[in-house]
Each structure stands twice: as C-alpha cells, then as structure tokens.
C-alpha cells in the first residue's frame, strides 16, 4: 500500500495545469517509477497526486508537418522508453535515442517510464538527458498562460531541480529538424552492472561529416552524471569543428572534454575514475558516430 492523500485524474493537459494551480503542493505522476518509489521510501509519504497517465495525446513520435519547427520530430511526455526504443521514426533520424532508450532499467520498467519523467526529475543520470541535449531538444512546456518552449540547457537549473514552475507541465520534446538531419551519433552508458543499474556516467556523442567523410563538420558530446545536471562539452566540440576524420581528432576532442566537465566522488565511483571514463567513452562515442556517419578511420 502506497501512503497517498488524494489522487486527481487529469482529463487533458489543460486539466492537469487546472489541477496544479488548485493543488499547488500535488506532484504530477507520470509511469510512476520515481514518485512511487519515494512515496514508498517516506520522501513523498502522504502526498496529493495528479494523474497524466491516461493522456494520450501526449504519447507517441510524430514529425510537424509545418509551423515554426516543420519537420522536426515531437516526442510525446508520456511515450514510454520501450516505444522509443522501437519507434521508426526514432530508429530513423535519431538512433542514438533508440539506443539510450533500451539502456533504461529492464523491460518491465521500460514499459512504464516515461522521456518527460526522466527528464523532469531533474537527475543527471537520466540516460535520456545527454542524447536529447546532444540533439539540442527544445522543451514544450504548458502552463496558465499557454504553451512556452525552453532549450533542454536551459530546462536543466539545478541538481533535481527543472525550469518548470509549479503550475506547468512538460507537454512534449522536440528535436529540431537542423540538429537530427545528416547527422549520426552513439550513446554508451557505463555502470556497475550491465543491467538494472544507474548510470556511474552516460556520454552521448553525434557528428555531421562532409559529403567526401573527409572532415568533421560538427560534433556534439554531452554527458550524464560528469556534473550535478546533464552537460554539453563545449571545449571538445569546438576543438573538432572542421578538422580531419582521424584517431588524432578524436582524441583531442576527448581531452578537451575534460576542462568541460565536472564530476564528483559518490559511492559508485571517484571522480578521477570518472574523468578516465569521460575522456575513453567520448574517444569510443566520437569513434563509432564517425562510422555510423560513413567516416574510415
Ligand atoms: C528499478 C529502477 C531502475 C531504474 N533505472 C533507470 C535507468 O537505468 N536509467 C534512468 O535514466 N532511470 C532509471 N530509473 C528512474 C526512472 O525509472 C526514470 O527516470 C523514468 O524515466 C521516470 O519516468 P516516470 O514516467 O516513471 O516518472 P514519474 O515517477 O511519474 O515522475 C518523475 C518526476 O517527473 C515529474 N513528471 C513526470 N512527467 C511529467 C510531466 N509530463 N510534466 C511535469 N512533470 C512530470 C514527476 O512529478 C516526478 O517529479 C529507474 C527506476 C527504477 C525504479
């Protein structure tokens, strides 16, 4: 039995932004693996909830036909890692997504956790941060006042703590059409386990190669757990821009990963092993991109 006060069933995303201005101290539950968790562990014990879970709308993968981001790709708050995993259109223009997506839990969890509950948590762990800041993932945010859209970088302000106030909530994520095209990535999780387990650090990379795959044209490295929120390598990034497809580029990006990252010592790891893991999985992350992308080394 989970100690919870009341429990509100949202009808729509206008509803659940109604249901948050009348209960101001309610916590919104998506697929629930989070909150439910810390209800049971006491954090929560004895909370309102606000229900999303029967909102449809906001599941699924489409492209926008038109309007200010045409063809770029929507990913619905409540699609579910194990429909991200397998989506076509996800395995099409984002595969690192995919990826990221089936490194989440086990099956049963990735049935019911939610993109929107990873990355409204706020934990830098979330194996979805990095990919969707790699990709430069705007967020749609809805509150009182309509919709409002927010880059991922800007979404993540703290430690556990998002831009979203506490009347709103995520809509959908986008993934605008200029970060996806001709563009390849990987994403490699490294933790204890191979299964069942966080992130001990999360490095997703994605590159864009000239048409001969001869250069780098652009290269973007983020990382989950290097910092207190999911962060981009600036350093790094720039470092490969325009430079040639070699070990010699890779590694120099890698290097310069380290001045952009932040990591701390916890009981899963030191920060002088995160460090090494940062510079060797950027190394194998920009690596395998430049192959996706149909670049020799
Ligand atoms: C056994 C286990 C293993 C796990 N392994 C992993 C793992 O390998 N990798 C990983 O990244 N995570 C892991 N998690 C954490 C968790 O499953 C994920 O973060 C998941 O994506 C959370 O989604 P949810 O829908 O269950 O979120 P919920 O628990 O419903 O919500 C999480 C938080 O987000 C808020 N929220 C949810 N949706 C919205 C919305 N649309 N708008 C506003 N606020 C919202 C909630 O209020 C809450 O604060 C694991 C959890 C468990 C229990």
């Given at each position: 039995m989970y100690d919870i006060e009341a429990l509100y069933?949202?009808?729509?995303?206008?509803?659940?932004?109604?249901?948050?201005?009348?209960?101001?101290?309610?916590?919104?539950?998506?697929?629930?693996?989070?909150?439910?968790?810390?209800?049971?562990?006491?954090?929560?014990a004895g909370c309102t909830?606000?229900?999303?879970q029967k909102l449809d709308e906001l599941r699924g993968v489409t492209v926008d036909n038109g309007g200010p981001h045409a063809g770029a790709l929507r990913i619905g708050a409540l699609t579910s890692f194990s429909h991200i995993a397998k989506d076509p259109l996800i395995k099409k223009n984002i595969y690192t997504l995919a990826e990221a997506a089936d490194t989440v839990g086990g099956p049963q969890l990735r049935n019911i956790a939610?993109?929107?509950?990873?990355?409204?948590?706020?934990?830098?762990?979330?194996?979805?941060?990095?990919?969707?800041?790699?990709?430069d993932a705007v967020m749609e945010y809805l509150g009182p006042g309509g919709k409002r859209l927010v880059p991922i970088k800007e979404h993540y302000v703290a430690a556990g703590k998002t831009a979203l106030n506490p009347d709103e909530i995520l809509l959908s994520i986008i993934i605008p059409k200029e970060s996806y095209e001709n563009c390849y990535g990987h994403y490699i999780k490294y933790a204890m386990r191979e299964a069942l387990d966080i992130a001990t650090l999360g490095c997703s990379?994605?590159?864009v190669?000239?048409?001969?795959?001869?250069n780098i044209l652009r290269l973007r490295l983020a990382y989950g757990v290097a910092g207190p929120v999911p962060?981009?390598?600036?350093?790094?990034?720039?470092t490969v821009e325009n430079k040639s497809v070699s070990e010699e580029t890779i590694a120099a990006?890698?290097?310069a990963a380290l001045d952009d990252i932040n990591p701390r010592t916890s009981w899963r790891a030191t920060k002088e092993f995160r460090l090494q893991l940062a510079e060797e999985l950027a190394k194998r992350a920009i690596r395998e991109s430049i192959k996706r992308a149909g670049?020799?080394?």
């Open positions: 069933e949202a009808q729509s995303p206008e509803h659940a932004v109604k249901l948050r201005a009348e209960h101001p101290e309610a916590v919104i539950i998506a697929g629930g693996s989070d909150v439910l968790i810390k209800i049971r562990e006491g954090e929560k909830l606000i229900s999303i939610t993109i929107g509950g990873n990355v409204c948590n706020g934990v830098t762990s979330a194996d979805s941060a990095s990919t969707l800041l790699a990709f990379a994605n590159v190669l000239s048409e001969d795959k001869k962060l981009r390598a600036v350093s790094a990034e720039k990006a890698a290097k670049g020799v080394l």
